[in-house]
C-alpha cells in the first residue's frame, strides 16, 4: 500500500501534474455550479485533451473535475435554491434555508469543507481498501471476470433510475455496441456493414459525449427559464466555516463512511449516500437543531458523503476494473486509452501508476478545500451567465473535443448519432449510465466468457464449479429476484391506495 504511494511520487511531483489538477479543481466548481453540467459533462469536455497528457497528469485532471464537481453543485443549491448536480439535492433541504436567512456564506464554506474532509475520508478508505481488494482477486481467472462483468451490469442495471427491464436492456445495448469490429478471437469483422471506419469499433469518446452532452443540451433549450438572468450579491468565505464544520465531527465521520460504503458498490451513487447520510443525521440530531431550516449538520452530512462516495467508486474501478458509476466509466475509459488498464495486474506490474492516482486524488480534495474558499466570490458571476450563451459553447466544444481525437469526421457522426440515441433514451425513460457500462465491460466479458468456455469440460458448468464465481453469479440472481418482488409488492399498494380512494 505504502510502497505503491512511494513509488508513484516521481511521477505526481511534475509541474504539470500539480498545474493540472488545480486547474482541473477550478474548472469541476465552475461545471459543478452551473445547473445542467456537473461533473460527468466536465469530464466529458476536457476527456479529448486529458488523453494527450501522460497518464497520471490525465487522470489528475480528470479526477479533480470528478472531485470538485460533486462539490460545485452545492453552489446553486445553496444561493438559487436550484441543485447544480443530483449530488447536491439534498444539500438544498439546509443550505437554501441558510442562505435565506442571511447564512450563504457560512452554508457554502461548510458545503466545501464538508466536500474536502469527506473526499479525504474516501481517500484514505481507497489506499487501504483498493490493494486488498486487488489481491484478493489476483487469483482470478476467465469464469471469476465473466461473473464479474455480469456483476458490474446487472448492479448498474438494478440501482439506476427507472425499471429493471429498461436498465437490462440499455446495459445489454452496451453490450451489443461492444461487438461492432474486428473479433479479437477469429480476426473476422462484426457489424462493420463494409465500413473501415468501424473496424476498431466506435470511439468511447465519441459514445460519451453524444449519449451524455447533446441529450442534457437539448434538455436545457427546452427550459422555460433558458434565457433568465439572476442578481446574487458577492459572498465572500473564510477559514471560520473549515471550523463550523469541524464541529460537527462525529455527522462529518459517519457521513463520510457512508458515502464511501456506497461509493464502493456498482451502480450506487453519490445522490443515494447523500439521503441517507442526511437521513441518519437528522434522525440523530438534537430537537433543536431544526433539519430542514438550516442546520449546519444538514449540510455537512450531504456534502461529505457524496465526496467521500467518489473515493470509494475507485475502489473497484481501479481493483476490478468494474466502473461504479457514469463518472467512474470515463475515467476507466481514459486508463484504458492511455494504455493503462485497471485490474489485479495494475498493482503488481505498475504500483507506480496506482501510487500515482492515489496521490492526485488526495491532492484534488486538499486544494478543493483551497480553491474553493478563494473561487466563491466568482460563484455569483458564473451563475449569472444565460443559458442561451452558455449551451453553443458547450456544443462547440463537444464537437471538436470528438473530431480532434482522431481528426475523423465519422467521430463526429458517430457523436451525433449516439446523441440521436440518449435523446430517444431519455425520451423513454432509459437509463444512460448502463450503456456506458456495457460497452466498456464487453469486451472484458465477451472475452472471458468465451475463454471459460474453451477451458471448459463441461460448458457453462465451469461457472458453477468455481466458488467465487457461482457466489457471484447467485447474488445477480438474488438482486434481480429481489428487485422484482419489490416491483409487484408496490404495484399491489398502489392498486390498494387507487380501491380506497
Not at 32 to 47: E, F, K, Y
Request: include cysteine.
Amino acid at each position: 500500500m505504502f510502497d505503491a504511494v512511494l513509488a508513484g511520487l516521481p511521477l505526481f511531483l511534475t509541474v504539470q501534474t500539480v498545474v493540472l489538477v488545480a486547474l482541473g479543481v477550478a474548472f469541476g466548481l465552475v461545471v459543478g455550479a452551473l445547473p445542467g453540467l456537473g461533473p460527468l459533462m466536465g469530464m466529458i469536455l476536457v476527456l479529448p485533451f486529458a488523453i494527450g497528457q501522460p497518464p497520471i497528469a490525465a487522470i489528475g485532471l480528470l479526477t479533480a473535475i470528478f472531485v470538485a464537481g460533486s462539490c460545485g453543485g452545492s453552489v446553486s443549491a445553496i444561493l438559487l435554491g436550484i441543485p447544480g448536480t443530483p449530488l447536491a439535492a439534498a444539500t438544498l433541504f439546509d443550505g437554501y434555508p441558510m442562505a435565506q436567512a442571511g447564512r450563504g456564506a457560512d452554508a457554502i464554506g461548510i458545503a466545501i469543507s464538508a466536500s474536502a474532509l469527506g473526499g479525504l475520508f474516501g481517500g484514505a478508505v481507497l489506499i487501504v481498501a483498493t490493494p486488498m481488494l486487488a489481491e484478493f482477486a489476483g487469483g482470478f481467472t476467465a469464469p471469476e471476470y465473466t461473473a464479474l462483468a455480469i456483476t458490474g451490469l446487472v448492479t448498474v442495471a438494478v440501482i439506476s433510475e427507472g425499471s429493471l427491464v429498461k436498465g437490462l436492456l440499455a446495459g445489454c445495448f452496451g453490450l451489443l455496441i461492444a461487438t461492432i469490429g474486428t473479433d479479437q478471437f477469429s480476426t473476422g469483422f462484426r457489424f462493420t456493414f463494409g465500413s473501415y471506419h468501424l473496424l476498431d469499433g466506435f470511439h468511447i469518446v465519441a459514445i460519451v459525449v453524444g449519449l451524455f452532452a447533446i441529450p442534457e443540451m437539448v434538455w436545457q433549450v427546452m427550459r422555460p427559464s433558458l434565457d433568465d438572468k439572476v442578481a446574487l450579491p458577492p459572498v465572500r468565505v473564510g477559514l471560520r466555516a473549515v471550523g463550523l464544520t469541524l464541529l460537527h465531527w462525529a455527522n462529518l465521520l459517519r457521513s463520510s463512511a457512508l458515502g464511501a460504503f456506497f461509493g464502493a458498490i456498482p451502480g450506487a451513487s453519490g445522490v443515494a449516500s447523500s439521503f441517507v447520510a442526511y437521513a441518519a443525521a437528522k434522525a440523530l440530531a438534537k430537537p433543536d437543531e431544526r433539519y430542514g431550516e438550516g442546520a449546519e449538520g444538514g449540510v455537512v452530512a450531504t456534502e461529505a458523503s457524496n465526496n467521500a462516495t467518489v473515493g470509494g467508486t475507485f475502489v473497484p474501478t481501479l481493483a476490478l476494473g468494474i466502473p461504479g458509476d457514469a463518472g467512474a466509466a470515463v475515467l476507466l475509459g481514459a486508463l484504458i486509452i492511455l494504455g493503462v488498464f485497471p485490474g489485479p495486474a495494475l498493482f503488481a506490474n505498475s504500483p507506480e501508476i496506482v501510487g500515482g492516482i492515489f496521490l492526485v486524488y488526495l491532492l484534488a480534495n486538499a486544494l478543493l478545500l483551497v480553491l474553493g474558499i478563494l473561487m466563491t466570490p466568482l460563484f455569483a458571476y458564473v451563475l449569472c451567465i444565460r443559458g442561451s450563451n452558455l449551451i453553443p459553447i458547450v456544443l462547440l466544444l463537444c464537437a471538436v473535443g470528438a473530431f480532434a481525437l482522431q481528426a475523423s469526421i465519422f467521430d463526429l457522426w458517430a457523436m451525433l448519432g449516439f446523441g440521436l440515441v440518449g435523446i430517444l433514451f431519455k425520451a423513454a425513460r432509459y437509463p444512460l449510465a448502463p450503456v456506458v457500462i456495457g460497452v466498456i465491460l464487453g469486451p472484458l466479458l465477451e472475452n472471458n466468457y468465451r475463454r471459460s468456455l474453451l477451458i471448459s469440460r463441461d460448458g457453462h458448468w465451469i461457472f458453477w464449479d468455481r466458488p467465487i464465481s457461482a457466489t457471484l453469479l447467485v447474488i445477480d440472481a438474488l438482486l434481480i429476484v429481489g428487485v422484482i418482488l419489490y416491483g409487484i409488492r408496490q404495484a399491489r399498494r398502489r392498486a390498494r391506495c387507487t380501491e380506497v380512494a
